[in-house]
T-cell receptor, first 112, second 115 residues
């Protein structure tokens, strides 16, 4: 059974640009969550999608957005990139969105 | 809001030593509790979980017991190996309000096991 797949693994972007990250969940999982991991703030919840609907959102500015497709694949977008957006972005999938989550290897975003 | 507190480390131990990583939490309801592990360059892997008070989660020699009275979920292992070197995260999930609220993580504890 394939795990959670995130693409790309590494990205370098310039301040002011926008970026789109992709996440393919485990087959059959309908919930996809996104997290930002930084050395200073640790792991922070961005948002969660279930059956193409955003069910919950963390405390991030509107520059961070996401969506989920009918096949449960999800994308997150960050517009007008700032240096502070440099982080490891992790995607997690689960059956229902509650409790146990399976994480991908993450996308390492560097903003220069 | 919810929060998780754990020692950040690094925690350095010799092989075969006993391990305890403390974790305490604050939550409004009755959360599920988790320990995740992150190896270098990897995403997070679920190590163990407990969903109600007095439950004991266990996996790969690691154990943790859900203590509601002390709001704790300490991770223990009787004899650590070099391969256990990683960052360990304590987390909780409430999933209230009609939707998944996401996992709330502690800052992570960097564990280093020396041969």
């Amino acid at each position: 059974k394939a795990g959670v797949t995130q693409t790309p693994r590494y990205l370098i972007k310039t301040r002011g640009q926008q970026v789109t990250l992709s996440c393919s969940p485990i087959s059959g999982h309908r919930s996809v969550s996104w997290y930002q991991q930084t050395p200073g703030q640790g792991l922070q919840f961005l948002f969660e999608y279930f059956s193409e609907t955003q069910r919950n959102k963390g405390n991030f500015p509107g520059r961070f957005s996401g969506r989920q497709f009918s096949n449960s694949r999800s994308e997150m977008n960050v517009s007008t990139l700032e240096l502070g957006d440099s982080a490891l972005y992790l995607c997690a999938s689960s059956w229902t969105g509650f409790g146990e989550a399976f994480f991908g290897q993450g996308t390492r975003l560097t903003v220069v | 809001g919810d929060s998780v507190t754990q020692m950040e480390g690094p925690v350095t131990l010799s092989e075969e030593a006993f391990l305890t990583i403390n974790c305490t939490y604050t939550a409004t309801g009755y959360p599920s509790l988790f320990w995740y592990v992150q190896y270098p360059g990897e995403g997070l892997q679920l190590l163990l979980k407990a969903t109600k008070a007095d439950d004991k989660g266990s996996n790969k020699g690691f154990e943790a017991t859900y203590r509601k009275e002390t709001t704790s979920f300490h991770l223990e292992k009787g004899s650590v190996q070099v391969s256990d070197s990683a960052v360990y995260f304590c987390a909780l999930s409430e999933g209230t309000g009609g939707g998944a609220d996401g996992l709330t993580f502690g800052k992570g504890t960097h564990l280093i096991i020396q041969p």
